[in-house]
């Protein structure tokens, strides 16, 4: 896993040249938005321009859908409990809302160095330093967890393939507990690894 690299691919368009600090204020605020609006028709229309935003960025189709296949199995599994629950209306906002947060978190990955986004994060909480805030390890935690949104999914997926494999797909517990396990053993290496080249965010080592 590079952490250095990410999943940043590089193309000549419009939303490669935005500011880093402008595409992560507007995945805060459409992460926040999506969770207010409670229209699956609305939600429905973000999610296509979202999608139209890959075309943007000159990305085919087969990398959008690279982003999305490997959260599929979980979209069923929460569109079923919520039609259990409530009906398919309900179904269909939380997958839309969960389908939007995670394929434009994708995108910022894939058109901004993380290098950049680090920096542009680091800047915008430096006033927050006087308050006992260290920007760089925010900045740091922020960009792993964009970093490992793609990576948990894909990793779900293949938890999903052993198991269904096995006839195992509809167990829950099956499915849950090696993506728990990997999850956390994932977060261990990058530990691991960020204390052995002894980082220090504050002093860029």
């Known amino acids: 896993m590079n952490l250095a690299s990410g999943l940043y691919q590089d193309r000549a368009s419009l939303l490669h040249h935005l500011p880093a600090g402008f595409k992560v204020l507007a995945l805060v605020a459409l992460g926040t938005a999506v969770f207010v609006i409670p229209s699956w028709q609305i939600l429905l229309g ?14 085919s189709p087969q990398i959008l859908w690279a982003q ?10 929460f569109f079923a409990v919520q039609l259990w629950l409530n009906d398919w209306q309900a179904g269909l906002v939380v997958v839309t809302r969960l389908a939007i947060v995670v394929l434009f978190a994708a ?17 915008a909480m430096q006033p927050l330093r006087f308050v006992g805030v260290n920007p760089e390890k925010v900045g740091l935690a922020f960009s792993l967890v964009l970093r490992f949104i793609p990576v948990i999914a894909s990793v779900s997926h293949d938890v999903r393939e052993a198991q269904k494999a096995r006839g195992l797909d509809r167990n829950m517990l099956a499915l849950s507990v090696p993506l728990i396990i990997r999850t956390l053993k994932m977060a261990d ?8 080249r002894s980082y220090d965010p504050a002093g860029r080592k």
Do not use: K
Request: glycine share 4%; no cysteine.
């Open 68 to 77: 999305i296949r490997p959260l599929l199995w979980l979209l069923v599994v």
């Open 46 to 59: 973000i999610l296509a321009v979202v999608v139209g935003l890959y075309g943007v960025a000159r990305f």
């Open 189 to 196: 290496d990058v530990a691991d690894a960020i204390e052995a």
């Open 107 to 123: 995108l910022v990955t894939l058109t901004t160095r993380v290098s950049v986004m680090l920096e542009a994060l680091e800047r």
